[in-house]
């Protein structure tokens, strides 16, 4: 299986943020990363995870109960 390693720009787009939130996450140890050198990537596994740990589900309507007239 090949991993694919993505760099902080490349996060930060598809995340839609600025590369900041990433670097926040990475210095926060939020998120997995990997050190090559002085780069930083991060496997697209850790991102997906980290979405999916994330993503709140829509809760389901309440029922309404009129009074009785």
């Known amino acids: 299986m090949t991993e694919r390693y993505l760099s902080v720009d490349q996060v930060a787009e598809l995340l839609g943020t600025t590369a900041r939130f990433p670097r926040r996450l990475i ?3 939020r998120i997995t990363f ?6 930083v990537r991060i496997p697209e596994s850790a991102l997906a995870a980290y979405i999916e740990e994330r993503t709140v589900q829509p809760m389901r309507p309440r029922r309404r109960y009129g009074r009785a007239a």
């Open 34 to 39: 990997v050190k090559v050198g002085r780069h």
């Open 27 to 29: 210095a926060e140890r």
